[in-house]
């Protein structure tokens, strides 16, 4: 038997809405019937009198083999699933299932949403409301902790523990392949929030679409000047220091803030065990996103944000001269690429002496082309570090 369906949410009613047709063959009688089977009654539908597409003869013809049967509106109660579509024929001794109905709560709110969303009348109430009547298994389900993270970062943004229950939920997905729909829900996220949108990074704005002010570039270089008196030189690197050199503007399609601190320490060994002390200073003085603190991913410390940008802070230190800024620079520059620190002239926030250099190690020498498709080499990267990373001091982190 050949099929085709067209099922319609209606998440308004809490219903699906099916039509389309199925061909059976001439045994089914002139008369088949649709039966919509419940868990404790059944509804008989009839077909159309018409056949569908090229069989345009009436289905009552018994001169055909076969015949297609029209059907539409027949309305699915979804309180009522799990439900079975069939057809049955005329004489009530042949039944073939089309499909098995599957609509259930999570779907339904999703469904709103993403119907709300289209309305730009986004009830946050009501969808909470019916979040909260979902019974305690299906809150437990990865669909169940995918929706809850969604509506609370909808409705939070980055100032509550939505957020990292977000980022742990994208850590399951993509390290452990569980979470199997986390990029539908994720794109339902990014719909209720645009032009913010969900990423590594958490609730953020690309620079290109945010509104920087000159108390941005004051606060930053504060915070900054703080991080230096406290545990030595800091500065800006990475796609912070590669927006500021090559293009004198945060880059457009960046949302983050990268610093790196200059570490006394000599040896990998030290500098874990040092960055260690940093971030427990940081988290008692209560500087660190305590949101994101459960989520470890050393050595990058997460500090509160600065006029809503996220903060990424990396270590560095001097080794055998050499210069080491995790995670990109291993040992290719020496102290004098990048000290003493010399401060960028329209903003007066500090990079390094010789940032082109630095730029080139980052970022490859056509680092000066704009190229927003680039992939950074993590693997390797990690790898060069991974003396540094499978240090003692972050079994404590």
Not at 18 to 27: A, N, R
Request: aromatic share 10%; charged share 25%; net charge negative.
């Amino acid at each position: 038997m050949s099929k085709k369906l067209n099922i319609k949410r209606e998440p308004e009613n809490y219903s699906l809405n099916v039509g389309g047709y199925c061909v059976v063959d001439k045994t089914f009688g002139a008369v088949p019937m649709l039966k919509v089977t419940y868990a404790d009654r059944h509804l008989d539908v009839k077909f159309h009198d018409k056949h569908t597409g090229r069989l345009d003869r009436n289905f009552r013809d018994q001169s055909l083999n076969c015949r297609a049967c029209r059907f539409n509106d027949i309305r699915i109660e979804a309180r009522e699933l799990p439900a079975t579509l069939s057809v049955v024929s005329e004489d009530q001794t042949k039944e073939i299932p089309l499909v098995v109905f599957d609509y259930n709560s999570i779907s339904r709110i999703c469904d709103l949403l993403d119907d709300q969303i289209e309305h730009k009348k986004v009830d946050l109430d009501l969808l909470n409301d019916e979040f909260v009547a979902l019974s305690r298994q299906d809150k437990e389900t990865e669909e169940g902790q995918l929706l809850g993270a969604v509506l609370g970062v909808i409705r939070h943004g980055y100032e509550e523990h939505f957020e990292a229950e977000m980022l742990a939920l994208r850590s399951c997905f993509w390290r452990n392949r569980t979470h199997r729909e986390y990029p539908n829900f994720l794109a339902l996220l990014n719909k209720a929030i645009k032009p913010r949108e969900f990423n590594a990074h958490g609730v953020s704005l690309k620079f290109g679409d945010a509104d920087i002010q000159p108390a941005f570039w004051r606060n930053l270089r504060d915070f900054i000047d703080f991080l230096s008196e406290e545990f030595g030189p800091a500065f800006v690197v990475s796609g912070t220091l590669l927006g500021l050199v090559r293009e004198g503007r945060l880059l457009p399609h960046d949302d983050d803030l990268d610093i790196a601190i200059l570490l006394p320490a000599t040896s990998a060994a030290e500098a874990a065990e040092q960055w260690l002390g940093i971030k427990n200073t940081l988290f008692a003085r209560g500087i660190l996103n305590e949101n994101l603190f459960a989520i470890k991913n050393p050595p990058v410390l997460k500090p509160k944000r600065i006029d809503g940008v996220p903060i990424d802070l990396f270590p560095a230190w001097i080794e055998n001269e050499k210069l080491f800024v995790y995670p990109h620079t291993f040992g290719d520059l020496t102290p004098a690429d990048a000290f003493p620190i010399r401060y960028d002239v329209r903003t007066q926030t500090p990079i390094p002496a010789k940032p082109e250099k630095m730029l080139e190690i980052n970022y490859g020498q056509d680092w000066r082309i704009p190229n927003t498709s680039a992939k950074l080499p993590w693997q390797m990267w990690n790898k060069n570090y991974r003396q540094f990373l499978n240090a003692q001091a972050f079994e404590k982190w």
